[in-house]
């Protein structure tokens, strides 16, 4: 099977039906570190929570064609803490400045990558940083929509969108197959 493309011609990937074992397992994890208790009990009532959710809501497959690159990962953790101390200071001086109040604005960022995986990556990572949020991600315009502190900033909007970019850039060449990486750089550059 070939990734889908999710463009809007195309059809959304078909819902998984069936059992999924490793999304069942993970499911229970998480039920079992939320209960705080490690006991039998709590991981045969994880795995049916697990498995009620898998046969109630089933999710659509998530492709996968690229790789993981270990130091491009680093590179994009290094990347999102450094986002995120310069963003604090940024946030702090905004606030505490004097003068009228802040003005924020919602500002549309079209993706460079066509993927569900990496969109979402990309849309936790911003989120981490203080002074923008993801309100809404369009899988059919393969867009998201920011909420921006402090819009009125010299060029807030277009720091804001790329900075966005330079996370999902971070994401691509950490994950993405090398075709991935050249669509994405060639969307950018038009």
Known sequence: MTPDKNTETDPLPPRRFGLQPRTILVLAVIWVILWGEYTLFFLISGVLVGLIITLVFPMP???FAGRFRPLRALQALAGLLVDI???SISVV????????P???GIIRVNLLSDSDLY??????LVNLVPGTLVVEARRS???VYLHVLDIEADNAVDDARDNFRKAELRVLRALASKDEIQ???SKEGA
């Open 61 to 63: 497959p998530v492709w």
């Open 141 to 143: 315009t393969r867009s």
């Open 183 to 185: 669509q994405a750089l």
């Open 93 to 100: 001086a905004t606030v505490l400045r004097p003068g009228p």
């Open 102 to 104: 802040v003005r924020s």
């Open 119 to 124: 969109e979402a990556l990309t849309c936790e």
């Open 85 to 87: 101390v310069r963003s």
